[in-house]
């Protein structure tokens, strides 16, 4: 079981988007407690954390993210957020949530393209 990741998409320069992770069955018991994370991996690149959450909504962000992107996450729905404003370019990539650790399997993850 893993993480569900969506509502990555196309958009310009300076727009902003919200992504999702759905959390469910058996790994549920795994996120609950513990910090939740968003990852992003750009083509070429190795896979860089982006913002952490933890379970009383502590957060952190990359230096790369900070002031323009929002963790955010509920419990009572498993989900945690990710909202992306002010995007750029350099954004560009597939978006995975996971725990701080990565305790669990990787999902599909979700592509957010901003063309230059």
């Known amino acids: 079981v893993q993480p569900v990741e969506s509502g990555g998409g196309l958009v310009q320069a300076g727009g902003s988007l919200r992504v999702s992770c759905r959390v469910s069955g058996i790994i549920t018991s795994v996120f609950n407690p513990k910090t939740c994370a968003w990852y992003r991996q750009a083509p070429g690149k190795q896979r860089e954390l982006v913002a952490t959450?933890?379970?009383?909504?502590?957060?952190n962000y990359a230096d790369s993210v900070k002031g323009r992107f929002t963790i955010t996450r509920d419990n009572a729905v498993k989900k945690v957020y990710l909202q992306m404003n002010s995007l750029k370019p350099e954004d560009t990539a597939v978006y995975y949530c996971n725990t701080d650790t990565g305790d669990v399997s990787w999902g599909q993850g979700t592509q957010v393209t901003v063309p230059s």
């Open positions: 959450i933890t379970r009383l909504s502590n957060t």
